[in-house]
Nanobody, 128 residues
Framework: VQLQASGGGLVQPGGSLTLSCAVS????????VAWFRQVPGKEREGVSC????????YYANAVKGRFTISRDNAKNTVYLQLNSLKPEDTADYYC??????????????????????WGEGTQVTVSS
């Protein structure tokens, strides 16, 4: 099982980026895929998730209305569109799978403890 995140970079506040998570060893309509982010010294934060069966989505309150998660079954890839970026969005972004159909949300939060496989991070820096 592999997850490969890409698409990070340096962007000005208010700008946009599209992150990609290419997966192998499973299909994106078989298991859910989630995005997390982490800054040094802080716990990994759940950002968004897309379930396998019906492509239902979850967004953290901090990104709701600005980020959009989607998937391309033919390419076996999940995307995270980041719009209206803010300096506080600066972080390493990771994709992961909980190895179940649905997104593992507890108490309104997407927990990193529920993820079974992780990819390497892609860095997003929002700065003028």
């Amino acid at each position: 099982v592999q997850l490969q995140a890409s698409g990070g970079g340096l962007v000005q506040p208010g700008g946009s980026l599209t992150l990609s998570c290419a997966v192998s060893g499973f299909t994106v309509d078989e298991y859910a895929v989630a995005w997390f982010r982490q800054v040094p010294g802080k716990e990994r934060e759940g950002v968004s998730c897309i379930s396998a069966r019906d492509a239902s989505t979850y967004y953290a309150n901090a990104v709701k209305g600005r980020f959009t998660i989607s998937r391309d079954n033919a390419k076996n890839t999940v995307y995270l569109q980041l719009n209206s970026l803010k300096p506080e969005d600066t972080a390493d972004y990771y994709c992961a799978t909980p190895w179940v159909v649905g997104c593992t949300v507890a108490g309104g939060d997407l927990s990193h403890y529920g993820m079974d496989y992780w990819g390497e991070g892609t860095q997003v820096t929002v700065s003028s």
